[in-house]
């Protein structure tokens, strides 16, 4: 009864937080066993080996080498077992499983964008479906800012012009706090939001009634890509100045600098503001960058679009030019194209 009239930490709602606690637990039973035994000690021998007349003079001791043993030993071990407990939940906590619901999240200041693949978008709240594992993949569009939910016992930094990922799995339904942990600026306290983690159900249903301007992330991307003359260059045949997207996504592609980089959403997302800092084997650094002409929210609907380019055949080989025909696909060769008159409009954000 008394943890819920002096709650002294939060609900436990993820997978995670469990072995979060436990952990966090063990290393506070260790803090406090050495605390309450050195300052024992201290006491104990501030009385016991007290001087008990003006002139007593101490005299040297010398313990034995099993004391020094254990004193070296059990410090170790311990250390050794909070090293380890901490690594397992550590890579734990960044490894997502194959299966998750991703939602992309932008940050700025001062709020939280949420946008699903099926086009849905949220501000300072998020919808999720409880037992399903979800991953956030997160960026920022100013500084860097935070994004902690003291429930699932998860945290990780948004960074501008990076991407960084973070997963949990909900266990209960309910409305959970969200935070932004880091020092954003003078509205930083009031950068707060929400997790409504739903029954299966009931969120394919929110789903459904969501309105969803534009369609999914891929086909507002797909939009895009044709609204910026991208698809004159990146032709499907093979036949354009630019390389083909067709199955580049998370495959290896070389660069003229006879490297190797993986078409990750870095990848892209480089490719598509800084297109001449890595440029595929065969082709030219003529596609003229992007910066400014398109948001994040933008940049990660063509994201979203290159990922659904699947090739009609599985291959898992690097992506190389072959003979004199441009062949391997990849962004970073392209023409530069007309481009839009004034900057692209952006989405409302409220």
């Known amino acids: 009864m008394w943890p819920r ?20 637990f063990f290393l506070l039973a260790v803090a406090a066993f050495f605390i309450v035994l050195i300052a024992s000690l201290i006491v104990y021998f501030s009385f016991r080996y007290r001087r008990k007349t003006a002139g007593e ?21 311990l250390t050794l077992v909070m ?42 709240e998020l919808h999720v479906p409880v037992g399903k594992a979800v991953k956030l993949t997160m960026t920022s569009e100013d500084v860097i800012h935070d994004l902690y939910v003291p429930a699932f016992r998860i945290k990780a930094d948004i960074l501008p012009g990076r991407y960084t990922t973070i997963w949990f799995t909900a266990t209960k339904v309910g409305t959970y706090h969200l935070f932004c942990a880091e020092y954003c600026g003078t509205k930083h306290s009031g950068m707060v939001g929400q997790v409504v983690v739903q029954e299966p159900a ?15 992330l891929a086909s507002a991307g797909e939009k895009l890509f044709q609204d910026l003359a991208c698809v004159t260059c990146h032709r499907t045949d093979g036949q354009g100045r630019g390389p ?51 948001t994040e929210e933008q940049v990660l609907q063509l994201i979203e679009y290159v990922k659904s380019l699947k090739a009609t055949a599985p291959s898992t080989g690097t992506i190389v030019p072959q003979d004199t025909k441009p062949v391997g696909p990849g962004p970073g060769g392209t023409p530069p194209a007309r481009p839009p008159k004034g900057p692209i409009a952006k989405q409302p954000e409220r």
């Not at 078409?263 to 440029?279: F, G, T, W």
């Open 83 to 124: 090293f380890v407990w901490g690594a397992d939940v550590y890579f734990s906590m960044g490894s997502p499983p194959p299966e998750t619901e991703d939602v992309y999240v932008v940050a700025k200041q001062w709020m939280f964008k949420f946008q699903h693949l099926t086009g849905q978008r949220e501000i300072d």
């Open 5 to 24: 009239l002096l709650p002294l930490f939060p609900e436990r709602a993820s997978t995670m937080a469990g072995r979060v606690d436990a952990l966090y």
């Open 202 to 216: 009931e969120y394919q249903a929110w789903l459904s009634g969501g309105t969803a301007e534009g369609g999914s």
């Open 244 to 294: 083909v997207l067709v199955g580049l996504y998370g495959r290896p592609v070389q660069l003229t600098n006879g490297t190797l980089v993986t078409a990750d959403d870095a990848y892209v997302r480089e490719s598509i503001l800084n297109p001449a800092a890595k440029v595929v084997a065969g082709f030219q650094p003529i596609m003229p960058p992007f910066q400014g002409l398109v």
């Open 57 to 77: 003079v101490g005299r040297a001791v010398h313990s034995g080498w099993a004391l020094e043993v254990m004193w070296t030993v059990v410090p170790l071990g």
